[in-house]
């Protein structure tokens, strides 16, 4: 029966798994590497497609009242003093003396030395210097001259080109609170923590949406996006033992918010954020007001009124969500001669949708795979075609990424046009007539429940 790994191992083992298949690369890895940054693979791209196709289809396609923006990473230099995060954007860090490691404060517990072998610092006879502010912005300058007044600044969120879009959006899409504006796009955050993998990169890419409301309605819609979000995890596949929604402490909430909860999933390293979902009242519509001289309001043509927008902003880094749904999916099953590795993605996660393989690669079996292959593509279904190596090994090798069906082309599909197809989370087989295959794989996706 199935068994989850441990701790450490087992991120181990999801590290490995991604290199080896294609999912994720360490970037630069010929040079040595560069801290906390990866490059996706054939895999790891899909994967991270299909997480952004079902936050958009479900945040944005499949509501009236949310419409997407695609704002400039860089921005005026004035939109991050105003948004706070020039002067509060900052995490305390020590230094080592010894080593000259540099750690979050908050951290230490997490965190190594450089020397050999590593030790939590503070433990080591290094001496540590007292917490210093950091700020987690990249600098850069833009124009042909390097000096204070060309200072830009890569984004390190997305939110902000929303509100300083708060109008260009309302008056032409022609919008009245309730009603969101999402946006998915590369951030920049200069994170100095160990990163577990992808959980804690310095590029990453984000998923937010600030849902504009009526100030009386704030409380109703923030719990709306709190179970919304949660909800959209536990569709998606994720097992529900594995998430909790944690409400923010007093002494932890952002500057700008006044209740915050987070979307958190038990990691092999320990309950972990996945997403927040923050009220961030008025604060940026207001500041941004005060400071560009643009009223950011919303005008009700019917009573006649201006009033700034309460904001409700679910926010989730689509990296850590494709980390999560690879570990949520992992699993090594005992069966009677083997261990077989599966991870049981949902299918409308899964990199690939359906294997086609002709049973041998004779008697015209590999021209009809091919035809099959070239249908179903046309469908839309990501399909991946292999002809190598023994059935049962070409079975592996997609349950190990996780293709929840595969199909086989044998002696009955070419006197019957009668395929087999194949579950991976339940290893059965069932004979399908050719001209119903699109239809049982559509029927399969959407009725998929996780075992
Ligand atoms: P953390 O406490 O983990 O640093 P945060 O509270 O600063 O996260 P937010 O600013 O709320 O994060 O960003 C929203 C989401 O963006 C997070 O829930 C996470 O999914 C993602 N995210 C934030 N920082 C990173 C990062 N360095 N790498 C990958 N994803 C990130």
């Known amino acids: 029966m199935s068994k989850q790994k441990q701790a450490a191992p087992l991120m181990e083992t999801i590290v490995s798994l991604c290199k080896r298949r294609g999912f994720i690369f360490q970037a630069s890895e ?14 790891g791209v899909e994967l991270k497609r299909r997480v952004k196709e079902a936050w958009w289809s479900r945040t944005v396609t499949e509501r009236a009242d949310v419409v997407g ?18 002067g509060g954007f900052t995490d305390p860090m020590v230094d080592c003396k010894t080593c000259k490691g540099r750690f979050r404060a908050d951290k230490l517990e997490d965190a190594r030395c450089p020397e050999k072998p590593s030790k939590i610092p503070g433990e080591c006879h290094g001496e540590l210097t007292e917490p210093r502010s950091f700020n987690l912005m990249f600098k850069t300058n833009v124009g042909p001259v390097e000096d204070s007044g060309s200072i830009a600044y890569l984004r390190p969120e997305t939110a902000q080109g929303i509100f300083l879009n708060f109008l260009n959006v309302q008056q032409s899409a022609r919008l009245k609170p309730p009603f969101g504006i999402a946006q998915i796009g590369k951030s920049f955050r200069n994170e100095i923590t160990p990163g577990n993998f992808v959980f804690r990169t310095r590029e990453f890419e984000q998923a937010e949406m600030e ?41 932890e909430l952002s500057h700008y918010s006044n209740a915050t909860c987070d979307v958190e999933y038990e990691y092999p390293f320990g309950w972990g954020e996945l997403e927040g979902i ?31 927008p309460y904001v ?9 969500m ?4 690879l570990i949520d999916a992992y699993d090594e099953e005992e069966l009677e001669k083997e261990t077989r590795t599966v991870l049981h993605f949902h299918p409308e996660i899964a990199p690939t949708t359906v294997g086609v393989f002709p049973l041998v690669k004779k008697d015209g079996m590999p021209e009809k795979a091919q035809e099959i292959a070239k249908e179903l593509r046309r469908a839309r279904f990501s399909t991946f075609y292999d002809e190598k190596a023994a059935i049962g090994r070409r079975y592996r090798r997609q349950d190990e990424v996780g ?4 199909v086989t082309i044998d002696g009955d599909t070419m006197a019957e046009d009668v395929v087999t197809v194949r579950d991976r989370d339940s290893m059965e087989q069932e004979r399908v007539p050719v001209a119903e295959l699109r239809g049982w794989l559509d029927e399969a996706v959407r009725n998929w429940k996780r075992g």
């Open 403 to 406: 293709t929840p069906y595969c």
């Open 30 to 43: 010929i040079y040595g590497g560069i801290g906390n940054t990866y490059d996706y693979g054939p895999l």
């Open 322 to 325: 494709a980390l999560t749904f």
């Open 211 to 251: 849902f504009f409301v009526p100030p009386a309605e704030n409380d109703k819609w923030y719990d709306f996006w709190r179970n919304e979000r949660f909800r959209w995890y536990s569709d998606l596949g994720i097992r529900e033992e594995k998430l909790r929604l944690r409400d923010h402490d007093a002494d």
């Open 69 to 86: 923006l695609d704002s400039a990473i860089l921005q005026n230099p004035k939109v991050w003093e105003v948004s706070g995060h020039v």
């Open 278 to 308: 923050a009220c961030r009242t008025d604060f940026d519509l207001k500041r941004h007001s005060e400071a560009s001289g643009t009223r950011l309001e919303y005008f009700d043509p019917q009573t006649k009124e201006h009033y700034m």
């Open 312 to 320: 409700i902003e679910p926010a989730g880094g689509i990296d850590r």
